[in-house]
């Protein structure tokens, strides 16, 4: 099992013992918020694996610090309470909760809940990055479709000729062909 970097947001004392006992007798490691405001702050600074929020945190209401700590791409978030409320769920969804866990909160459920949630953000995190390199090819490739294009107008290539002239242009100022394409969007635009 590895070990986690976990902030407990609770303002009940023993309630937060309890978890950090938990936590702690599995190897992890724990740090501790009163209220609201300190778990954001704790989350932004210690950037954690796992920020486990009680629903009745004092000086923010949960939902509002789990959206903070996603919004700042700080960590996953669960959120723990005692009863579900009429409407909990529709509201977990609106904001990026990865689950919930009812108290009084059993130690196998709170580990593997905390693993499940804690490796399908990884997953997320890596699927996110991987959309974001595509549409960042998918936006270079049509630049350079476009400056390919002007060239075909201008310079009356065709499409291989063009393509090449911007190769070579790429090779001799060892430039990638997405600053070429810029650069030619540029100069005859």
Not at 76 to 95: A, D, S
Not at 101 to 123: R, W
Not at 146 to 174: I, P
């Amino acid at each position: 099992m590895s070990q986690w970097r976990i902030i407990v947001a609770d303002s009940n004392d023993y309630s937060r013992n309890a978890l950090k006992g938990m936590l702690l007798s599995s190897g992890h490691l724990v740090y501790e918020a009163r209220d609201g405001g300190s778990a954001v702050r704790l989350s932004r600074s210690l950037m954690p694996d796992l920020v486990l929020i009680d629903m009745g945190i004092v000086g923010m209401n949960a939902y509002e610090v789990a959206h903070i700590i996603d919004s700042d791409n700080v960590a996953p978030v669960i959120l723990m309470t005692q009863t579900i409320q009429r409407g909990f769920i529709e509201e977990v969804k609106n904001y990026s909760v990865f689950a919930y866990l009812l108290k009084p909160i059993d130690k196998a459920v709170l580990l593997s809940l905390t693993e499940f949630v804690i490796e399908n953000h990884k997953k997320y995190l890596s699927l996110k990055h991987e959309i974001e390199s595509l549409k960042k090819q998918i936006e270079a490739r049509k630049k350079i479709e476009r400056a390919k294009g002007l060239l075909m107008k201008v310079k009356k290539l065709d499409e291989d000729e063009a393509y090449t002239l911007m190769r070579k242009m790429s090779m001799d100022s060892t430039l990638p062909m997405e600053v070429i394409a810029e650069r030619i969007l540029t100069k005859y635009s």
